[in-house]
């Protein structure tokens, strides 16, 4: 079964700063899609980033960008120039086909 | 456009008691997910429509949770006897394609005294 993990329940930043949030996964695949979702507390799920596991170019939106490493099976979020509307929980998730995993999530503080 | 739009946004039920959680796609969408997401987790998998059909029910816990989506637009997750274990914040997310990218609807959090 594929699993992630978020390693860091817990992170904060300053703003303005730079932070970057830890994803480990498993699987057996070599075709999968990987993503980070935010969670604000509105709960409504936000795509921030994807990454295809075929790519090698690490995928970059505005001031979000990831660093993968596909034989590692290592996926991290990096949040450039840190602004108070960052924070919420974020998700790492793992999706091969129809079978989307998610991991338990990391809570970003954004202090002022 | 309208987002993916789930009723109620809360609810409080009774131990024993039906429930029944409505999810409206966005339209045109032919895939939809229903996840579950317990207190300080990330969404879990329950079942996934490719139109009318469950393609994939393998993430029901048992037989108490069943879902259906005559039309192929609108789903409902319906389920029995609720435990105090059901409590969660239960999520819908569809696609354009089964393999697309999911959007989320802002979930119901389901409270079983």
């Known amino acids: 079964a594929q699993t992630v993990t978020q390693s860091q329940p817990e992170m904060s930043v300053q703003e303005a700063e730079t932070v970057t949030l830890s994803c480990t996964y498993d699987?057996?695949?070599?075709?999968?899609?990987l993503f980070w979702y935010k969670q604000p507390p509105s709960r409504q799920m936000i795509l921030v980033i994807r990454?295809?596991?075929?790519?090698?170019q690490n995928a970059t939106e505005n001031r979000f960008s990831v660093n993968f490493q596909k034989a590692a099976k290592s996926f991290s979020l990096k949040i450039s120039d840190s602004q108070l509307g960052d924070a919420a929980m974020y998700f790492c998730?793992?999706?091969?086909?129809?079978?989307?995993?998610f991991g338990a999530g990391t809570r970003l503080t954004v202090k002022p | 456009g309208a987002g993916v739009s789930q009723t109620p946004s809360n609810k409080v039920t009774e131990k024993g008691k039906y429930v029944e959680l409505r999810c409206d796609p966005i339209?045109?969408?032919?895939?939809l997910y229903w996840y579950r997401q317990s207190l300080g987790q990330g969404p879990e998998f329950l079942i996934y429509?490719?139109?009318?059909?469950?393609?994939?029910d393998s993430g029901l816990p048992n037989d108490r949770f069943f879902a259906v989506r005559p039309e192929g637009s609108v789903s409902t997750l319906k389920i029995q006897r609720t435990e105090r274990g059901d409590s969660a914040v239960y999520l819908c997310?569809?696609?354009?394609?089964?393999?697309?990218?999911?959007?989320f609807g802002p979930g119901t959090r389901l409270t079983v005294t």
């Open positions: 997310a569809s696609s354009l394609v089964g393999e697309g990218e999911q959007y």
């Open positions: 699987t057996s695949e070599s075709d999968y899609y």
């Open positions: 990454q295809e596991a075929y790519k090698q």
């Open positions: 998730a793992y999706r091969n086909y129809n079978d989307m995993r």
């Open positions: 339209s045109g969408h032919t895939a």
């Open positions: 429509f490719q139109g009318t059909g469950a393609a994939d």
